[in-house]
């Protein structure tokens, strides 16, 4: 494969691979985009191939303004999702989405995923939140483009850190991860996927569950994120 973008491609085809690898995906409804800050550009998963013929050769390389810089397939329905991310949170350097049953079942419920237990705790001290489904005119109008502004206002509205809380319900739509690499969005897609499992079993169990006391929380984020962490399993 002779490109200018080969290694960027290659780690964004290995990524989608591991988001089907980790049964993340339902036929080819999922994608991961990794970011080349340097040259502004990312690489993103075409619309449509299936994970078992996908090859890195394939992956499209897009600009933040949308354009093909190279690749002859059509990109991602939601690249347009992607740039909008990359555009205005400039430490970010992968995105991921899926359709992943138990995040979307959140999603579709219109609920946050409520901060339960240590695992959750481990990866945000916060409620995962999910934003409210979107406006009639922002569906009508550029879609996609739209999703990005919906992630960015839930954010603003909730005064919550994108470097804290790595990851979105989009209401009535499904999760969107994001990390400092594509390996990193994956991971914190899957992350989400376990712990909306785990939060669904525990109301099942008890539907008064009470939320992590925040001694817990503080614990189980500091020992991990903060300045003199020490886990790692």
């Not at 080969?6 to 080819?28: D, F, H, P, Q, R």
């Not at 939140?129 to 922002?138: F, I, S, T, V």
Request: a negative charge; hydrophobic letters at 35%.
């Amino acid at each position: 494969m002779s490109s200018t973008y080969k290694s960027l491609k290659e780690e964004c085809y290995e990524a989608n691979m591991e988001l089907n690898a980790l049964g993340l995906v339902i036929y080819t409804f999922g994608n991961v985009s990794a970011v080349d800050r340097e040259n502004a550009v990312f690489a993103i998963k075409p619309s449509g191939v299936p994970y078992e013929t996908l090859k890195p050769e394939d992956i499209v390389i897009m600009d933040y303004d949308n354009n093909v810089v190279e690749g002859s397939l059509r990109p991602s329905s939601d690249t347009k999702t992607h740039s909008y991310l990359y555009k205005n949170w400039e430490n970010i350097g992968g995105v991921a989405h899926t359709h992943a049953m138990y995040s979307v079942s959140w999603a579709q419920a219109q609920r946050d995923i409520p901060i339960f237990g240590t695992t959750h705790a481990d990866h945000l001290t916060q409620d995962i939140p999910c934003a409210p489904p979107m406006a009639d005119e922002l569906i009508e109008g550029n879609y996609e483009h739209n999703t990005g502004i919906q992630i960015l206002d839930c954010f603003k509205d909730r005064n919550l850190d994108y470097n804290e809380v790595e990851m979105v319900l989009i209401g009535n739509h499904g999760p969107f991860a994001w990390g400092k690499n594509a390996a990193k969005a994956v991971y914190n897609t899957k992350v989400l996927e376990t712990v909306a499992q785990m939060a669904y079993l525990t109301l099942q169990i008890n539907p008064q569950a009470p939320r992590l006391k925040d001694s817990l929380i503080k614990k189980h984020y500091e020992r991990k994120h903060g300045k003199n962490a020490y886990y790692g399993q």
